[in-house]
């Protein structure tokens, strides 16, 4: 199991590793979350123990190394053609469309599958699934045809709904369904941006 430490670059105190005057460094400016780092214990404890082979150049540079590669690994990414975003959204469509074929209500009772199974992945697949979709489609709007514009906003009601009705209980906001156009969007061959 991994742990962390949060840690600061400039102390909190200015007699600590690189301390800097409070003169020069705000209480409030110590305190900022843009003045800590997460570090391993043996990493703080050697850093610390050697701050002039570690200034606080160095650590921000590598905090800004690390958050940069974070938002490049969850950050939604933009297409240059239909293909790729296709690509891309392929697979949560696919698990969703297998997981309502097999767990999925139909009516009311369920006449098919395991509503405690479907709820269960309807939570953990599903939203999440809908979610990284609606994030594609968003961020590659500019590949939409105005009729899928349209269906993503059907898409995003019923994204809306469904959290409200497996995540919260709350069935009173409606029941939109899926709409099935989506499955096709970015299929119709088109691979210009226009």
């Not at 990493?43 to 050697?50: E, Q, V």
């Not at 953990?124 to 939409?144: E, K, Q, Y």
Request: charged share 25%; net charge negative; glycine share 6%.
């Amino acid at each position: 199991m991994d742990f962390a430490e949060l840690a600061h670059i400039i102390p909190a105190s200015p007699g600590g590793p690189r301390g800097i005057p409070l003169s020069e460094v705000s209480a409030e400016a110590r305190a900022h979350h843009s003045n800590l780092i997460l570090l391993c214990a043996n990493c703080h404890t050697t850093i610390d123990k050697a701050p002039t082979s570690y200034p606080a150049d160095m650590l921000y540079d590598w905090k800004q190394g690390r958050v940069d590669e974070i938002h490049v690994a969850v950050s939604t990414p933009v297409f240059r053609t239909r293909a790729e975003a296709r690509a891309h959204i392929q697979g949560s469509l696919d698990e969703n469309a297998l997981i309502h074929a097999r767990y999925g209500p139909v009516g009311d009772p369920y006449q098919r599958g395991d509503p405690i199974l479907w709820l269960r992945h309807a939570r953990s697949t599903i939203v999440p699934n809908n979610r990284r979709v609606l994030r594609v489609l968003d961020a590659n709007r500019h590949l939409l045809t105005p009729e899928e514009q349209r269906m993503v906003a059907i898409y995003r009601l019923h994204v809306e709904q469904f959290e409200n009705r497996h995540v919260l209980d709350d069935f009173t906001t409606g029941t939109e369904r899926f709409p099935e156009a989506i499955q096709r969007v970015f299929l119709d061959g088109r691979t210009n941006q226009t």
